[in-house]
């Protein structure tokens, strides 16, 4: 069975930094995609980044969103199985609930991914 458990979240100022861990029990080597996935208040969940696993499309290259580049970046430690995201120079539309997700294949298709985290909580402000 496998289990998401995301951690990290928390409150900062713009320009801080933050890193989310996701603890990824049960989801083992897959070629689908992993990734991050967040929704902020009154909208719809968006890609924020993700990647594939051994073997999958693009051999594990992290795709972002547009908004993110140069300052998120997604890495997985495969003896930890957990994924990780960083987030750097933070800025207040940042703030949202961010999921982890698994077995899915596409950062705009969320809807597509198998395996979902509780969320995380995360709140930039001005």
């Known amino acids: 069975q496998v289990h998401l458990v995301e951690s990290g979240g928390g409150s900062v100022q713009a320009g801080g930094s933050l890193r989310l861990s996701c603890a990824m029990s049960?989801?083992?080597?897959?070629?689908?995609?992993m990734g991050w996935f967040r929704r902020a208040r009154g909208q719809e969940r968006e890609g924020v980044a993700v990647?594939?696993?051994?073997?999958?499309?693009?051999?594990?290259?992290?795709t972002y969103k547009d908004s993110v580049k140069g300052r998120f970046t997604i890495s997985k430690d495969s003896a930890k199985n957990t994924l990780y995201l960083q987030m750097n120079n933070l800025k207040p539309d940042d703030s949202g609930m961010y999921y982890c997700?698994?077995?899915?294949?596409?950062?705009?298709?969320?809807?597509?991914?198998?395996?979902w985290g509780q969320g995380t909580q995360v709140t930039v402000s001005a």
């Open positions: 997700a698994a077995g899915g294949y596409g950062l705009e298709f969320p809807n597509s991914f198998n395996y």
């Open positions: 990647m594939s696993g051994p073997g999958g499309p693009g051999d594990g290259t992290p």
């Open positions: 049960g989801y083992g080597q897959s070629p689908y995609l």
